[in-house]
Nanobody, 124 residues
Framework: QVQLVESGGGLVQAGGSLRLTCAAS????????MGWFRQAPGKEREFVSA????????AYSDSVKGRFNISRDNAKNTVYLQMNSLKPEDTAVYYC?????????????????WGQGTQVTVSS
């Protein structure tokens, strides 16, 4: 069992930065690939980024590649999403998720544990 709590969201101007944190409880955290997803009003939840269990491999959606960076600290049971050069279209609720697979993916149903989400709002 893994419980996830996101923090770090807020209101920022376009071009600014935010760092999201996902704090996990549960001994299984360090073995699980992790992902970040987001959901804007009226839209489907979409993949943002993922990282393997060790942090040695990462993936990003085309819309955030080059601007966002995912990392993890297994000693602290934490995953981070550094978001730079934010755009108004990045506005959404951001969710942290733990995979039920041994690999990460961009497929929402591969993730079994989800946090409650944190709101990110980017003003123009």
């Amino acid at each position: 069992q893994v419980q996830l709590v996101e923090s770090g969201g807020g209101l920022v101007q376009a071009g600014g930065s935010l760092r999201l944190t996902c704090a996990a409880s549960g001994r299984a955290f360090s073995t699980k690939p992790m992902g970040w997803f987001r959901q804007a009003p009226g839209k489907e939840r979409e993949f943002v980024s993922a990282i393997n269990w060790s942090g040695s491999s990462t993936a990003y959606s085309d819309s955030v590649k080059g601007r966002f960076n995912i990392s993890r600290d297994n000693a602290k049971n934490t995953v981070y999403l550094q978001m730079n050069s934010l755009k108004p279209e990045d506005t959404a609720v951001y969710y942290c998720a733990a995979s039920k697979r041994t690999y990460y993916s961009d497929y929402r149903k591969d993730y079994e544990y989800w946090g409650q989400g944190t709101q990110v709002t980017v003003s123009s």
